[in-house]
């Protein structure tokens, strides 16, 4: 689309000495490419060398190719994609603002749809999705899609509320797993799938000081129940709209002004200025090592000396 990379000097805020273990400094902060209106859902595509994300505004994909290095775009009236992942076949699974919807991009290209409905009821705006060990599909459901016309299409909460929930592909089973947060967001599995983690976001649109920015932690249990709630980290400037944890359990999550790093016990190890305001990450590259950034109308990178965490029990 024109644009050409830049990189500059990379500046951390060290905040414990464990994050400079964590940085590849000799990089730099990369920006890959640009043209986006407000960047969300990067994901890197292992057998393309290539990564996706949402300009959700934009209503399309856009893509940056490893070969080429330049920033293309993948699709169009793609009606609002949000957060995407692979799922254990290596398929894309992608949050759908507009359809209200969770699909998944078959091999032959074509979409389907594989839950939109919570019992008689709509979901709002399925915002952001992982992918358990066992193929259950987590995604979290608040508002944005209904409430910003920009992103979606004006509507009702026909369940009168923002739930994270889960689905199984193979039977059609969807269960309510996390209902305490006001508005659920980004959401990761710790590398053991024994903590999942959630943010709540409600204090992005609130302007009497209201809401919520902070990132919450819950017990899985042997059965995929979520237990024992409670506040992991309070983001900011900011909110924590987008995140995922590393191989050792570290959570790297956007915020208003940067990267923020936080080890499993809750403590921020540091910080990664970036620009523009960032909305997701995430790893990827040959090695997952590179840390991808999706930040308002751009794309970034960060070369890391850790690697995205592959949930398994």
């Known amino acids: 689309m024109g644009d050409v990379p830049v990189r500059e000097a990379l500046e951390v805020l060290v905040e414990d000495p464990g ?3 964590l940085i590849d400094s000799r990089y730099g902060l990369e920006r890959l490419g640009g043209g986006a209106t407000w960047s969300e859902g990067p994901l890197w595509l292992p057998g393309e060398d290539a990564v996706i994300w949402s300009d959700i505004p934009g209503n399309r994909i856009l893509r940056w190719s490893a070969a080429t290095a330049e920033v293309t775009v993948d699709r169009t009236d793609v009606e609002f994609t949000n957060g995407r992942t692979l799922d254990r076949q290596g398929r894309v699974v992608t949050c759908s603002h507009g359809r209200r919807a969770v699909e998944r991009t078959e091999p032959d290209g074509t979409t389907t ?7 008689s009821a709509r979901f709002n705006s399925p915002n952001d999705v992982v992918v358990a060990s066992d ?11 209904i409430i910003l016309p920009q992103e979606g299409h004006p509507g009702e909460r026909e369940y009168g509320a923002h739930h994270v929930f889960r689905f199984v592909p193979g039977t059609g089973e969807l269960t309510a797993v996390v209902v305490d947060v006001e508005e659920p967001n980004g959401l990761a599995f710790s590398p053991d799938e024994r903590r999942l983690y959630v ?12 809401g919520q920015h902070c990132i919450r932690v819950y017990d899985v249990s042997s059965d995929w129940e979520c237990r024992d709630g409670r506040v ?22 956007s915020s208003g002004d940067s990267v923020q790093v936080y080890a499993p016990d809750g ?12 909305g997701n990450v995430c790893f990827g590259g040959p ?9 308002s109308t751009s794309l970034y990178r960060v070369r890391t000396r850790t690697r995205g965490a592959t949930a398994t029990r």
């Open 19 to 21: 994050f400079t273990e």
């Open 113 to 119: 749809v594989l839950v939109d409905r919570f019992g």
């Open 135 to 145: 193929d259950a599909i987590w995604f979290t459901d608040p508002p944005y899609g």
């Open 199 to 210: 943010s709540d976001t409600s204090a992005a649109l609130r302007t009497d000081g209201g």
């Open 232 to 253: 992991f980290a309070e983001v900011e400037p900011g909110v924590a709209d987008g995140f995922r944890v590393d191989e050792h359990g570290n959570v790297w999550t």
């Open 267 to 278: 403590t921020r190890l540091g910080k990664i200025p970036v620009p523009e305001k960032v």
């Open 287 to 295: 090695d997952g090592d590179e840390l991808f950034i999706a930040a």
